[in-house]
Each structure stands twice: as C-alpha cells, then as structure tokens.
C-alpha cells in the first residue's frame, strides 16, 4: 500500500468504508464485487497541489451474509422520521455556581451569576431564517453558536463567521437561560440584561423555540425570538439536523450517529468528519468532471448533465474504471448505488485518476482515485439537481450505512413548527 504525505481540502484521514446497499434483487455482479472489493485496498482522496489525503477504504467480507438477508426482504432506503411532535418539552435552565459574584450590579438576587448554557444549545449550532432586523446587519440566516465551555453564546449574523452579537451565560429565572453583554457590539452596550425560554418542538430535537421573557438589548431579542433548526455543518455532537451548503432553496437534512463532528464546507459541498470514531459524511451537489484525468490537476472541469445517467456514463469513461449499478430510492427518490471498480492501464503512468470535484470549487482539487481500487458512492436525483453522497469509516456495516442514509432529506426550506 503507497503511503502519501499530503492530505485533502477537509485535512483530516478517513479510513476504510462499507459501500454497499440493498435493491430488491440481488445483482448478478454482486458476488464478484464483494470478491474484489474485499481483497482490495480503496483509497479516493481529494487531491489540491501540496495537499493529499490517504485514506483507504475496504468493503467488509462480514457484511456479504447480512447484505444477502437484505436483498431477501426487498429492503430500501427511505425517508424515516418521527410521527408528530410530541408536544413540546422545555429545556431546564442552567443555575449559577453556588458563592459565584454576579456579573452585573442592579439585577435580581440569583440572576447574572455565571454558568454554562444546556445541552440543547452547546451540542450544536442553530440556523434560522431572518427578516431585515434594525441595528443589525444580517443576512437571509442568521446563527446561534456557544464556546466549547458553553459560558458564552453569539449570534452569527452574516456570511463571515464574525459573532456580531456577542453575550455571557448567566442565571436568570426559573426554566430560563440569561444572556448578558460583557462587550458591545451589534446594537447591544455592556450590561444589557435578556432572559430567555427554550422549547424542543419535535421530539428529535431539530427544532427550538427561543422565546425571550425580557432584554434591554432589543436588537438582540428580535434577533433571538424566534424558532431555530438545528444544524449539523459547524461543531456538532451529531443526531438530526440541517446542512447549510447548497443554496438558500435546498436543505439537505440527515440524522448523525452520536459524535464529536467537525465540517468543512464550501458552495455546494461538505465533509462532516468525527475523528473519534472514525466517521465522515461527503455531500456534493452537482459534481463535475475532467477533461484530462490522468495528469496531475485533472485539466478543465467538464460539466455534466446533472442526472445518475449521465454522471454513471462520465465515470465508464475513466481510465480502467467499470460501474456496475443498482437502482435505489433515498428519501422516495431515485438513486443509483454506483461500485466503480478500476485497473492499471498503461495511458495513465501515475496510477492516479481525478475523478470528480464539486462544480462550484474555486480551487484546483478533485476526489482522486488510485487504479486498482475500488469507489462506491451513491447518487440521488433531487428536481433538476444531483447529489453524490458517500459514508466513510474503518468498519463501516452495512446495516449502518442504510441506516443513515435512510434517514436522508431534502427540503426547499428549514425545518420548522408553528408553536
């Protein structure tokens, strides 16, 4: 196995993946696959110059006996979400630490004493949509994100990244979370006080209502008083939530094992990777390919229909590459399990294959293969658009990896609840 000493776009090592799902036949080709792919070394990488990722992935001789169980009962992936919202569940305040100093004078007894924000808010961001708010330039979404410790919350009001709203965490009244400005900045000045109550709206948790008791700093409160959406595409502990990468009309929604979740994201693209357990969700939205596959940057981009079709008829015609399909449905779409075995050929001297790159990248990278590998990765059929979603990890199951993607959505909007 050749080791590289340069790593992908998203810096950080994936290890071996389980790429197979189930159709309600078994393919004729299905056993010859397994074969392969389990004595095979599978190592796509993103390639940017000066930086490669080694990753290698293997389909697990294990899971041929569960695969053929599933075949057996004309499994399929689909839309799995919970029924209705349970009513909603409000979220236990946190207390001040006991002898703290408050961090404010002038406020109630037992208010401002600092502490950590719940669990609700600190296990990952939240996205909402927004009107134009006075004093606050924002965009269409805004943010709510915490530190790792959880005493501070901001409020993301723009593309950048840049907190404009910043506050502590402190004790406010009974099942309330309290919010005070210790700097200034987006309409609020140093002192301002808000009290606010938090309720779960769907029993997944992917929904919240912030509704404020009180703030002297009202441009925070229009900002915060309203109902936000999970999101999975910053630092996250996993379970339900959005990924805000493809466009303000298309939501890609999906439930994560539980984890310490990092991302990368750029326009139509994301790598949701949890390091602990050896974990990472690709999300492309219309990949493209290349007109020069074997040399070093994979030469001009070469734009593709964006259809299974046509993307299944671009990868065929990859140096040493053969697809073999199966027909799925993902989130009661179509789809295409794509197993992409390939061999050495004499017109390639690198061994190496660009395969493809997200269309709206600004750099030169692409996802690369080695000849003699093997690739799998699945394409869903989403209106007029294509999304190439892959599952990767050292012993990936089976079962696993039809679980998560049977939990895949897509929407035009965030997800929401009337209260």
């Known amino acids: 196995m050749t080791a590289f000493d340069h790593f992908d776009p998203f810096e950080r090592r994936i290890t071996e993946a389980i790429d197979e799902i189930a159709e309600a036949r078994r393919p004729e080709y299905l056993d010859a696959v397994l074969q392969r792919t389990a004595r095979t070394a599978q190592r796509p ?11 290698n992935r293997k389909l697990l001789t294990t899971a041929t006996a569960t695969l053929v169980v599933v075949l057996a009962a004309g499994v399929y992936i689909g839309l799995r979400q919970p029924s209705g919202s349970g009513g909603p569940a409000s979220t236990p305040s946190p207390s001040g630490s006991p002898g703290a100093t408050p961090l404010a004078a002038g406020l109630p007894t037992g208010m401002g004493l600092p502490t950590n924000a719940p669990d609700t808010l600190r296990a990952a961001t939240w996205i ?56 200034a900045g987006g309409g609020c000045q140093i002192g301002d006080f808000g009290r606010y109550q938090l309720t779960n709206l769907v029993p997944d948790g992917s929904v919240v209502n912030v509704s404020a008791t009180a703030d002297t700093c009202s441009t925070r409160m229009a900002a915060l008083a309203r109902q936000w959406a999970r999101a999975i595409d910053r630092q996250s502990q996993g379970g339900r939530g959005v990924v805000d990468a493809f466009g303000p009309d298309s939501v890609f929604l ?27 969700l690709i999300i492309v939205k219309d990949p493209v390919g290349f007109t020069m596959p ?3 940057d994979g030469g001009a981009r070469l734009p593709l229909v964006a259809n299974a079709k046509a993307f299944v008829a671009y990868l065929g015609t990859l140096p040493g590459f053969t697809v073999q399909t199966t027909d799925l449905t993902i989130d009661s779409r179509p789809a295409v399990l794509a197993t992409v075995p390939s061999v050495k050929t004499a017109d390639c ?12 990248q600004v750099t030169s990278g692409s996802w690369l293969l080695n000849q003699g590998e093997t690739d799998v990765l699945y394409l869903v059929e989403v209106g007029s658009d294509l999304y190439l979603l892959q599952w990767l990890g ?26």
């Open 128 to 183: 909402a949509n927004a009107e134009p708010i006075p004093g606050l330039a924002n965009d269409a979404r805004i943010r709510i994100e915490t530190n790792p410790g959880g005493n501070e919350l901001w409020l993301e009001s723009g593309s950048t990244g840049t907190p404009t709203i910043t506050s502590d965490v402190v004790s406010a009244g009974p099942g309330e979370i309290g919010l005070l400005s210790m700097v």
């Open 349 to 360: 001297p690198s061994g190496r294959v660009n395969e493809w790159a997200p269309s709206k």
């Open 294 to 296: 074997c040399s070093s």
């Open 394 to 419: 050292g012993d990936v199951s089976l079962v696993e990896t039809q679980a998560l993607l049977a939990t895949a959505n897509w929407s035009t909007s965030l997800p929401s609840l009337n209260p």
């Open 45 to 55: 990488r993103w390639l940017f110059p000066e930086r490669w990722m080694h990753v």
């Open 254 to 280: 999906i439930t994560l094992p539980t984890g310490s979740y990092s991302t990368e994201t750029t326009p139509d693209s994301a790598s949701i990777h949890d390091s602990v357990k050896d974990r990472t």
